[in-house]
DNA sequence: CCCGTATGAATGAAAG
DNA sequence: CTTTCATTCATACGGG
């Protein structure tokens, strides 16, 4: 492998970045931020006119199946963790990435049935999936004993997200940013707008050092 | 954990993280992405309505860092096989049209190597789709013989211990869901709005704990 | 310029 | 638990 690309973090299943990378992609966060404060700004103004001028259009929660509008509907046979539900299995899994026990499933099944159907085999199925996927990761770098360098091609399965375009006749792709990520909790919405609080001088979610990076 | 913070001290000011936190992360940003954008939905139909009420103080969404932002962040490019690395692949799938396994694939993503980026889960992927796609090719040609309404051949099977039910169109349905990317229509401000100003609706235990760490 | 198709990638579910 | 299958999503690409 070629030198600029900082995508493979020698096979351990880390990536490194550099400060420049990081602020990066803290600006575009901070952009997010900005914008969505704003947005909200906006919108409760808006809407507060149009309230006052009697032409309140649609309830708050009455028109959710706003995708049905583009005929996706009746199609979806497997199970979709919603957002929130997804939220909620990535914080559990964060505490403890080994499977659930059989309570300990019913409990959460509970729990994210408040967020949209789901079943208890959907939760099983899933922490099943995101255990042996997140392994896959951890091995890789065991493939030979006198490997010279660990670097090199020795990603592990399916759980690298590589960005092979290096070599791409076209367009190089812009080598940084793309794939940057901090280690950040499950950020829900209500976390989000929090945030908005403080656009542009504070990027909390990644300076969170006592959070376990290793999940 | 020692990866927290090690890197920083080499005062290169790096940060490791893993493939998995790199990927919530980069979901999450995405998250952000989509409600933003959903926002800016929302926003121009009240403007449009709400004309009179002027361009205050310019339109956020028109900005160009948002959408720069946004296409970043939000899309990813995908590998393309090139012609030399898919004449193997071809070839190798025709003597074992089995997924091989995992030193099998170590062996052709370096052999495929020597003609252009790739990484392993690439070639793995290519392996998956390509038998997926031979077999439903081949059930198609062969559905049956009675002209009867044959149900699009093996959809029989999919009835198995469990069945969560196909994700109901409407209850919370949130925005941001299926994918993360903004591909849905119109989505209502109040109910987007609402995950972040209900508390009492849905507000579990871990969005508390995560905004303690958080804060 | 939009639209349909080919195909890489993501992931829930099931098999082993 | 690990590996495989099936379905779906999203994007690149070629035609109208």
């Known amino acids: 492998m070629e030198e600029g690309n900082f995508q493979n973090g020698g096979g351990l299943g880390v990536k490194v970045m550099t400060d420049e990378q990081m602020e990066m992609l803290r600006k575009q966060i901070a952009v997010y931020a900005t914008i969505c404060e704003q947005l909200v700004e906006?919108?409760?103004?808006?809407?507060?006119?149009q309230e006052f001028a009697g032409m309140r259009l649609g309830n708050p929660y009455c028109d959710p199946l706003l995708s049905s509008a583009v005929h996706k509907i009746g199609s979806r046979q497997r199970w979709t963790p919603k957002p929130a539900q997804l939220q909620i299995l990535e914080q559990?899994?964060?505490?403890?990435?080994?499977t659930p026990g059989r309570q300990k499933i019913k409990d959460i099944t509970r729990e994210l049935a408040q967020h949209g159907q789901i079943s208890e085999t959907n939760v099983y199925n899933w922490f099943q999936n995101r255990r042996a996927?997140?392994?896959r990761k951890q091995s890789a770098v065991v493939p030979n004993n006198?490997?010279?360098?660990?670097e090199t091609e020795n990603e592990s399965f399916r759980e690298k997200k590589t960005r092979p375009e290096?070599?791409?006749?076209?367009?190089n792709t812009t080598p940084l940013a793309d794939q940057m990520y901090f280690n950040s909790?499950?950020?829900?919405?209500?976390?989000l707008v929090g945030k908005m609080e403080s656009p542009g001088s504070c990027i909390p979610y990644w300076?969170?050092?006592q959070y376990d990076l290793l999940g």
Chains 1, 2 share one sequence.
């Open 92 to 98: 559990i899994f964060e505490q403890c990435n080994a």
């Open 166 to 171: 290096d070599s791409q006749p076209d367009e």
């Open 185 to 191: 909790p499950d950020i829900g919405f209500d976390q």
């Open 207 to 209: 300076q969170m050092e």
């Open 133 to 135: 996927r997140s392994k």
């Open 146 to 150: 006198g490997e010279s360098e660990m």
């Open 42 to 49: 906006m919108h409760k103004d808006l809407s507060a006119q």
